[in-house]
């Protein structure tokens, strides 16, 4: 069975880092699109970072770019997301999550596009 355990949220103040971790079981996750999306109180659950099969391509939310970076480690078959300058506008739970092996995602930073969810790790930023 599919398991996708998140780690590595916590509190810290605005402007500090973080480096979230994804460990897939039951799914290789070289065969399939990874992404990052968080979701806040009353807010829709928004994409935040994909990496993509074959050549790694990577997407990213407008409001992240040139702070979060994704990566992976397949010898670990973990999914990675550092985060750097973050602000209070990040507060949310972050998901991992995984798309049906095999498939072709055109717009991969859309929720509904994947399959399997990890229990999400909270990030929390203070002013």
């Known amino acids: 069975q599919v398991q996708l355990v998140e780690s590595g949220g916590g509190s810290v103040q605005a402007g500090g880092s973080l480096r979230l971790s994804c460990v897939a079981s039951g799914y290789t996750i070289s065969t399939g699109y990874m992404g990052w999306f968080r979701q806040a109180p009353a807010k829709e659950r928004e994409g935040v970072a994909s990496f993509s099969t074959g050549g790694g391509r990577t997407n990213y939310a407008d409001s992240v770019k040139g702070r979060f970076t994704i990566s992976r480690d397949n010898a670990k078959n973990t999914l990675y997301l550092q985060m750097n300058s973050l602000n209070p506008e990040d507060t949310a739970m972050y998901y991992c999550?995984?798309?049906?092996?095999?498939?072709?995602?055109?717009?991969?930073?859309?929720?509904?596009?994947?399959?399997?969810w990890g229990q999400g790790t909270q990030v929390t930023v203070s002013s």
């Open positions: 999550a995984a798309a049906r092996p095999g498939d072709w995602l055109m717009f991969p930073l859309t929720p509904r596009l994947y399959d399997y």
